[in-house]
């Protein structure tokens, strides 16, 4: 049974985790006997977006407390976490992995990352575990690998600033359509665009169902 | 092509829409090409809980805004829809449907139905459209019939207070596993317990799979 961590950056396509991706991870996750662990960091979310209008709203929320939703209350804290848990870790997309789990949504390619993310992403690397980057999460992994000596083979569809974007933090930009999953076998990542092209919830569905079965080869 | 209406209570497990079964619910609709409208009363919460410890939060907080983040804030105020648009309507379960959409969880089978959702439900009986209950919402479908008579077979699972509370309010509760779906044909009402009794996520998918397939069928 492999061990694997869903990292949240919240609840919600506009301030937070991707809903659908997040739960369609866990729903490929369960189907292959993994042991789950739902992670997010505590701490506040950059802002808060009304979902029904698209404004941002006058109110502030926490990362891990609004993450909690999508884990029916099972989750902790990822500063308390250790790599060595885990065989693997998935970030489902969302607005909130560019502006909570790090400021690419601000900054774009100067953008900086949550020490906590930060930490978890390079211990992870470090000890060879497989990693998952789903949506928009490649440019997280692309900030990470940025003025370090890591040219990670990532994905987010073919949405052309974004991908020029992690092509200019160091990465290696592939192409890829909705149910596709880019793998780089010597870093053992594995990204798909999801949402990033998806229109369909079920094909979103297929791509993150393939991440997932390529995620566990990988670890 | 089937059109179908979700009706949400929120977004979160302990004070609106569970997430999962929402989310499950979605993926099985258009896995069968079905054209989904989201809606949700645009109403106040009952309260907001705090999903990382939970204990209620000093907040306040809509139902059709919060749906709409399971929305992608593509979602419409119940009150302005019109059950002719729709060949079949569906209740994902989670606490909000007894919180929010009625006062189940605070009254049990004294409960007062929210006058929108009420009308719904009870428009759609009217017009032999299709009606599919997940996890508790079948209480509210009992909630509705109490005084009137309607007598649908239901089921929440196995939970002997909420099947008596059903009972109570002039339903027929039949006892049920999470893969199971207990269907009514004469009032074409599908059920199926997801997480009143469901340990994992694939399980849920699985009931809800059949649930949405049935309803697609009375529909």
Redesign the interface.
């Known amino acids: 049974m492999k061990k694997v961590a869903v990292v949240l950056s919240g609840?919600?396509?506009?301030d937070?985790a991707?809903?659908?991706e997040s739960?369609?991870t866990?729903?490929a996750l369960?189907?292959r006997d993994a042991d789950i662990t739902l992670l997010a960091p505590d701490i506040p979310q950059m802002h808060v977006v009304?979902?029904?209008t698209?404004q941002p709203a006058e109110?502030k929320r926490n990362v891990?407390?609004?993450a909690?939703?999508?884990?029916?209350?099972e989750?902790r804290d990822l500063a308390e976490a250790d790599i060595n848990e885990f065989d693997a870790v998935v970030f489902p997309g969302g607005f909130g992995v560019a502006k909570n789990l790090c400021d690419f949504a601000v900054n774009g390619p100067e953008c900086s990352v949550n020490p906590q993310v930060e930490r978890f992403i390079l211990a992870a690397i470090d000890a060879r575990k497989a990693l998952g980057f789903i949506c928009i999460a490649p440019a997280l992994m692309a900030c990470v690998a940025k003025n370090r000596n890591l040219h990670p083979r990532l994905t987010i569809g073919t949405d052309a600033d974004t991908a020029a974007a992690i092509e200019k933090m160091g990465g290696v930009h592939l192409p890829a359509q909705v149910r596709d999953v880019v793998v780089d076998e010597d870093l053992r990542i594995a990204s798909t665009p999801a949402?990033m092209l998806g229109r369909?919830?079920?094909e979103v569905?297929d791509g993150i169902d393939r991440l997932v079965e390529k995620l566990l080869q990988l670890a």
Chains 1, 2 share one sequence.
Do not use: T
């Not at 609840?11 to 506009?14: M, P, T």
């Open positions: 609840c919600g396509v506009f937070g991707e809903i659908h739960v369609l866990l729903l369960d189907r009304n979902h029904s698209g109110e891990l407390v609004e909690a939703r999508v884990a029916r209350g989750i949402y369909r919830i079920s569905a």
